[in-house]
């Protein structure tokens, strides 16, 4: 079960009504570490904008987040309607929240968490509509799934948080690149999961931490969130993970992931692959955290993977300054594709899967219920 003491230190993302009405939280991680600031968000499109200019980020926290957007989308709608004093159908609700999903399915392509998540409402309104209930109904019903979502998802990283940390030895020094801690999800992270989870259990462990050009989510939000919790920890550049496997001791990596392949693939943040090369020629596991959510059984390889391409300013400037002479040629994946065969395990809130993936992921996400898979 979740430490709930532990996961009210860091607020991600939640659902709150006040005097203003329905509003979906998010801590702005554009402004961390240097200013804590939250957002209440109180339109569908402030949500879609906050997703597309990285104020919420991480895979299972965008899930997380347009499902919130969707049940804000739908309370927009039933305070208009009431406004009016007009009836609205399930079926006209219904098609509502299939617009809300569109749009906050149209922000970011790679991470599968905000898909499936969509998904999930959508599939719980129709199942209201169905019904023949009011829209009022749905509501409630659609507000409850959302918190369900984050609410599962804060469960699973507890329990990626239990497995991963069954690899993690007493005096291990290990390397991270990206976020993908609490602030990338509703609970504890998932490739920073396993560490706090060692951590808390009184290992010694050092974290290598990459910074993560060109957003430097590493330098920026990870380091924070290492340093909060207590965890020893060195930042360093992208260009210094080689330097640091061959001399300096690194025994294992743990990054995150957006999407997983039905045969292991996984694309997670651009540099993940190089990690990975750089792993293997040290001969260093290298292992995946990443719920079920994460996993696209539909996909039989990485190449299927759509990848987001994000503003070239990104790459031209850091924090509004410019680093790179006018109109040169820049590119900006914001993703990369590691082979499966860089992947010593993938781990899930369902176990500790092992290749070969295309078996094992599939019992992960099969099991119906959070529990150890032996995989
Ligand atoms: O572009 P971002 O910051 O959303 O990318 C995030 C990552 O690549 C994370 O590693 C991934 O979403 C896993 S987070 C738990």
């Known amino acids: 079960m979740a430490d709930e003491d532990w996961q009210r230190r860091v607020r991600t ?3 709150e009504i006040d005097a203003q009405g329905a509003a979906v ?3 702005d991680q554009t402004l961390l570490p240097q200013q804590v600031s939250y957002l209440h968000l109180r339109h569908e499109h402030d949500v879609a904008e906050a997703i597309t200019t990285l104020k919420v980020r991480g895979a299972p926290a965008i899930g997380v987040t347009a499902a919130f957007g969707i049940a804000l989308g739908l309370y927009r709608f039933c305070n208009r309607h009431r406004q009016q004093e007009e009836q609205i ?7 509502h929240v299939k ?3 569109a749009l906050l399915g149209s922000t970011r392509p790679t991470a599968l968490n905000l898909f499936w998540a969509i998904a999930r409402m959508i599939d719980c309104a129709e199942e209201v509509a169905r019904m023949q209930a009011t829209a009022e109904q749905m509501l409630q019903r659609l507000s409850q799934e959302a918190q369900a ?3 599962e998802d804060a469960e699973a990283c507890w329990q990626m948080g239990q497995y991963g940390a069954t690899l993690i030895s007493d005096g291990d020094i290990l390397l991270t690149h990206c976020n993908a801690g609490a602030l990338a999800t509703a609970g504890i992270g998932t490739a920073l999961a396993p560490i706090y989870t060692a951590h808390k259990s009184g290992k010694h462990i050092h974290v290598y931490v990459d910074e993560t050009r060109p957003v ?3 330098a920026r939000l990870t380091a924070w969130e290492l340093q909060q919790e207590g965890v020893p920890l060195t930042l360093i550049a992208d260009n210094m993970a080689g330097h640091f496997m061959r001399h300096g001791g690194i025994r294992a990596v743990f990054v995150g992931a957006d999407r997983i392949a039905g045969n292991g693939d996984v694309a997670n943040k651009i540099g993940t692959y190089s990690v990975a090369v750089l792993a293997s020629v040290h001969q260093i596991p290298f292992y995946v955290v990443a719920p079920c959510a994460t996993i696209d059984l539909t996909l039989a390889s990485g190449e299927q993977i759509p990848i987001e391409k994000r503003p070239l300013d990104e790459v031209t400037t850091m924090r509004g300054i410019v680093i790179a002479p006018a109109g040169v040629r820049v590119a900006n994946p914001a993703f990369d594709v590691t082979p499966h065969q860089y992947v010593t395990a993938i781990i899930t809130e369902r176990g500790i899967a092992r290749p070969n993936y295309e078996e094992t992921l599939r019992q992960h996400c099969r099991a119906k219920n959070p529990g150890k898979v032996d995989a």
């Open 149 to 151: 979502i984050a609410d």
């Open 99 to 101: 617009e809300v999903g």
């Open 13 to 15: 993302v939640w659902w």
């Open 216 to 218: 430097l989510q590493g």
């Open 89 to 95: 159908t399930s079926a006209k609700a219904l098609a």
């Open 25 to 27: 939280c998010l801590v």
